[in-house]
Nanobody, 122 residues
Framework: VQLQAFGGGLVQPGDSLRLSCAAS????????MGWFRQAPGKSRELIAGISWNAGNIYYDDSVKGRFTISRDNAKNTVYLQMTSLKPEDTAVYYCAARRSAWTHDWSRYDYWGRGTLVTVSS
């Protein structure tokens, strides 16, 4: 499985942005997916996770109520809709796939996409 994340950019506080992560390869619908982010000088953190059928979804408290993770298995794509963006959301965002349920532990993911930079600044 190859993952490609895109959709990042420079936005102002309060703006919205949607990240997409397109997967190539088969059996995408069997993978748990996670969106991670890593800000300068900080460790990589899971901000949203989604199970293969979207029946189990997780959000970190820092994004709960503002971000929405979703997936379209027919399109082999997972999304991260971000609203009410704040300067502290500035980071490189990564999508990751795991042949099992999503997890907080980034080392347990099997595949990673290249990061996409989100910068929130006025």
């Amino acid at each position: 499985v190859q993952l490609q994340a895109f959709g990042g950019g420079l936005v102002q506080p309060g703006d919205s942005l949607r990240l997409s992560c397109a997967a190539s390869g088969h059996q995408f619908n069997m993978y748990g997916m996670g969106w991670f982010r890593q800000a300068p000088g900080k460790s990589r953190e899971l901000i949203a996770g989604i199970s293969w059928n979207a029946g189990n979804i997780y959000y970190d408290d820092s994004v709960k109520g503002r971000f929405t993770i979703s997936r379209d298995n027919a399109k082999n794509t997972v999304y991260l809709q971000m609203t009410s963006l704040k300067p502290e959301d500035t980071a490189v965002y990564y999508c990751a796939a795991r042949r099992s349920a999503w997890t907080h532990d980034w080392s347990r993911y099997d595949y990673w996409g290249r990061g996409t930079l989100v910068t929130v600044s006025s």
